[in-house]
């Protein structure tokens, strides 16, 4: 029962991170999405810079994210707001961050801090960077999809490096009407479909997983027990 509860949670909170899984509600009947176009621009920008640093800080723990370059979303993409130099980036994704055809793709109540160390930073960051990018500029989520397939053929965007991985820790997140702010956790990101070899989804296993076709690669999560603040976080439910 646990595990099917934290399955139906992370159902929502996967999505969002690009990931190809519906949500599901009783009698299994797949939710439609709300938001079938994008919203006007300033409904996914956060007005105060200082604000939108300190959300993007609060994905991981102060030792992480203080030393670590930050992002914030202007009208044409993510800029650089803080330099940093520890490898890491911490930025706060919105909604096009998702796989282009999930329901929450033009959400735009979406904010998710998020802090990517070195690898990742290198090579899942910029897909994300590539679709905020597209989406402000006002291109349809067919369009999208074809300029991120595009760019991996041509090899503009590439695989996850080894060891690419973030921190997902903010007791601040919003990741989906349905999970909100979920629970604390780290995600690690993989080349291919990559479940089988880390023992997700198997019954006693921390580890979930979800293949993200559209990335090619499978992004893998484990809970953690605290916020990034150090509190604790909410039990697994049982």
Known sequence: ?????????ASAFLMYCGLN???FQAGA????SA???????DKYMIE???????LARSAAPQSISDGAEV?????????????GGNGFVCLVERSFGAATDDPVFWNPKVRGPNCVNAAAARSYLPGVLMKAKLALAGRSKTEIARAVNSAMDRKELTMPEPGAM???MSKQQYLSDEGMNWHPHLMFFVQGDAAKSWGADLPGSPVMAANDPEDRMTILMVWVGNWSDGTPAPQAMK
């Open 1 to 9: 029962m646990q595990k099917k509860t934290m399955s139906m949670f």
């Open 21 to 23: 899984i519906p949500v």
């Open 29 to 32: 009947q797949v939710v439609k």
């Open 35 to 41: 938001y079938p176009v994008m919203a006007p621009v």
């Open 48 to 54: 105060d810079q200082d604000s939108e640093i300190a």
């Open 71 to 83: 992002l914030v979303l202007k009208r044409d993409g993510y800029v650089t707001a803080v330099k």
């Open 166 to 168: 973030c921190y997902m």
